[in-house]
């Protein structure tokens, strides 16, 4: 049995359930089709440790702010999926988790999307993709990988310090020694929450020096930046380079520990994985029993290959979040190809209002378009209406 709906949102975490907010103000009719069996996206799957860069009052979604806890300043992971268990339920958006989307295709006759899933089929007059990019962790390709025979694990895997304690390489004092890939926010943090345990051994790598950002900046002024840069580019104006004009790594309390502490120095990239360590271009080995790739994500987004959209690493070319190939579907929460600031908290409310309203607005087009098509009924006396 086909189930028809004005809008498929594919995707309950942050960006789906934004979408959803911003559909209800719409009035439109909609279902949020959500893989994981409960709420909180990604977030329920985060290393415990893990902080906001922002304060809770400056990581909202749109409509309900999220409550502050005493003496934390910066949310943690399970807060976050309590404020949006809290949300989606205040809310009473229509998400059906444990609902996995398997492909998006075009309707035979054309005017709609077929959304196939493991629970049967939708067909919406548009579709909003929000899926994010936690489901496709990207480990690079170095020499040797293959040969290593320790432990590799992605950030997706990464929990806290105890699971790599035990015993260890008796040059390393019992400890167990890790190494850690990525010079971005999780690198950094996951680099740093093994360092301040003390119970192993961390050696950091990057590719390139990992650059800081002021210690006073935090999530706040990385919004207001991006959205600076959002502004000066629909103006017209020179690109001021955003965020990364500032450089990669949000220094939150733990990570500034570490650094302070000196025990957050990073080492050059690896030449090459051998079957005990890694070895780097000046000849040097170091042992490990484990590698953390902290190397970063691609956007989940194969259930739409049937639309033929794909472009250059995997993104579908979009106006704002509109797909140029397809106007009847829109990416949220993908990055900044998908709206400034879209896969953050508070950056994808707005990019999800100008989805919904964009949608409406074609929703209405077509109904107006359909109707003026209808042919004139003749009556009785010859007269038409």
Avoid at 312 to 334: M, S
Wanted: net charge positive; hydrophobic share 40%; proline share 7%.
């Amino acid at each position: 049995m086909t189930r028809h709906t004005d809008v498929v949102v594919i995707g309950g975490g942050q960006a789906g359930l934004a979408a959803g907010y911003h559909l209800r103000r719409q009035g439109l009719d909609f279902v949020v089709l959500d893989a994981d069996p409960a709420p909180g996206g990604s977030w329920q799957y985060m290393w415990d440790s893990l902080r906001l860069f922002s304060p809770a009052e400056h990581s909202s979604l749109p409509g309900r702010l999220m409550p502050t806890r005493p003496g934390r300043t910066y949310p943690g992971a399970a807060h976050v999926v309590a404020y949006l268990t809290d949300y989606e339920k205040r809310y009473g958006l229509p998400v059906q988790h444990g609902t996995r989307v398997d492909a998006v295709r075009r309707d035979d006759d054309g005017d709609g999307l077929m959304v196939e899933t493991d629970a049967g089929t939708w067909r919406a007059r548009a579709v909003i993709s929000a899926t994010g990019t936690w489901s496709r962790p990207f480990v690079p390709a170095v020499p040797g990988r293959g040969l290593f025979t320790g432990r590799q694990l992605h950030t997706v895997d990464y929990r806290c310090p105890a699971d790599f304690t035990g015993p260890g390489d008796l040059a390393a004092g019992g400890r167990r020694r890790v190494i850690v890939v990525g010079g971005g926010n999780s690198g950094a943090q996951i680099a740093a929450d093994l360092a301040l345990d003390g119970n192993v051994g961390v050696t950091w790598v990057t590719r390139r020096p990992p650059r800081f950002l002021p210690d006073d900046i935090d999530g706040r002024a990385l919004f207001d930046v991006a959205t600076a840069r959002r502004r000066a580019l629909e103006q017209g104006r020179g690109d001021t380079g955003g965020v990364a004009s500032l450089g990669d790594i949000v220094a939150v309390p733990p990570v500034r520990a570490a650094r302070d502490a000196g025990r957050l120095s990073a080492r050059p990239m690896v030449a090459q994985l051998t079957a005990t360590g890694a070895r780097w271009a000046d000849g040097s080995h170091t042992r490990a029993d484990a590698i953390v790739w902290c190397t970063g994500f691609r956007p989940a987004v194969a259930h739409l290959a049937p639309l033929g959209l794909r472009g250059p690493r995997g993104h579908i070319p979009t106006d704002g979040t509109r797909a140029l190939g397809e106007p009847r579907l829109h990416l949220l929460g993908y990055g900044d190809w998908t709206g400034p600031a879209s896969a953050t908290l508070i950056g994808v409310g707005r990019p999800a209002r100008d989805a919904a309203r964009d949608i409406a607005r074609l929703l209405r087009q077509t109904a107006a378009g359909s109707a003026s098509s209808l042919p004139i009924a003749a009556s009785t006396d010859g007269s038409t209406r």
